[in-house]
């Protein structure tokens, strides 16, 4: 299991749409929101699937940065 806290900053005027996009995923709890960001807990299966999230939110409209705040993994097996 892989936990990742990341905090996003977006435009405020894309928010909304950013919201809905880190609900879209399982994986994604927001923990924490204001007009330009986001608190978020990702809990993945491996590590890949999480810079995987993460690099389609970095890559999103509206979204200006995404910070990894702290990262947990267990040692992942094949």
Not at 35 to 61: H, K, N, R
Request: no cysteine.
């Amino acid at each position: 299991m892989v936990f990742s806290s990341l905090v996003i900053h977006t435009q405020p005027q894309s928010a909304s749409g950013v919201e809905q996009l880190i609900n879209g995923f399982d994986q994604a709890e927001i923990v924490e929101k204001s007009e330009s960001g986001f608190a978020v807990l990702l809990q993945t299966d491996s590590t890949d699937e999480a810079a995987g999230i993460t690099s389609i939110l970095t890559d999103s409209p509206g979204i200006l940065s995404v910070q990894l705040v702290a990262h947990f993994f267990e040692e992942e097996t094949e």
